[in-house]
């Protein structure tokens, strides 16, 4: 993929996010980086990689409806968490969606798309499903403690792409108000690429889930990169 130009602004917002980044926050799990022998240069290790997982900065998008679909809207909001689980730490993502607008009881695939471009009225700007793999299939997000174990044991080698995030259910009133983990996304890749929500379920299947039409997109990375008119095709090919 070749990289597409980044608007001024959107830039300079995305350049001061990564410069927290450059301080060596890690994206993956703790189990990876501790080289020592020794039970007290793990710990350091492992206190270093917490400290450096929590000074990442958080991460939102604001979630406009397409064309013909002005009555959906929302956000999505991204923050590191480092978990501990069987023996296993890891820096991992929480992401918390709060989506208003949607039919009644409906279920909505919803993915981080390649590029950060909302320029498009139907969402297409923002390109497929990120994925640093090429080649990578499709899929739907497994356990948080699967991830956790197959990076531990594994490398983090990846069953899917990092966008796919499976569906959002909306309640009786069409709202959807949900919140959960993922050991896919990593914060200093995401960073600029857009959120999509779509009108179908995501099923899984291939290439993209089947999941329709897209009823709103967002930029990731806060309202400031919106405000740069969303046509920075951001990190296209950063990793």
Not at 6 to 29: E, Q, S, W
Not at 211 to 227: E, T
Request: some cysteine; proline content about 6%.
């Amino acid at each position: 993929m070749i990289p597409r130009p980044l608007h001024a602004a959107a830039a300079a917002v995305i350049g001061a996010t990564l410069a927290v980044v450059a301080a060596g926050a890690p994206a993956r799990p703790a189990g990876a980086a501790v080289v020592s022998d020794t039970p007290w240069g793990a710990r350091l290790a492992g206190a270093l990689d917490a400290a450096r997982c929590g000074s990442l900065p958080p991460l939102t998008a604001t979630l406009v409806g397409t064309a013909g679909n002005e009555a959906v809207g929302g956000s999505v909001a991204f923050s590191p968490v480092w978990m501990t689980a069987g023996g296993t730490a890891a820096c991992v993502t929480r992401i918390e969606a709060n989506v208003s607008g949607l039919p009644p009881a409906t279920a909505h695939g919803f993915h981080i798309h390649t590029f950060g471009d909302v320029a498009r009225r139907d969402g297409k700007s923002a390109g497929g499903h990120y994925s640093s793999v090429p080649g990578m299939p499709h899929g739907l997000p497994e356990s948080i403690f699967a991830v956790m174990a197959e990076d531990a044991t594994e490398g983090g080698s990846g069953a899917h792409h990092e966008g796919d995030m499976g569906n959002l259910e909306s309640n009786a009133a069409g709202v959807v108000a949900w919140a959960g983990f993922n050991g896919r996304v990593v914060l200093e890749r995401v960073v600029g690429r857009s959120i999509i929500l779509h009108a179908a379920m995501d099923d899984g299947g291939q290439p993209t889930g089947n999941a329709g039409a897209r009823l709103a997109q967002g930029i990731i990375g806060g309202v400031a990169i919106m405000a740069a008119g969303g046509r920075g095709r951001a990190l296209a090919a950063a990793v």
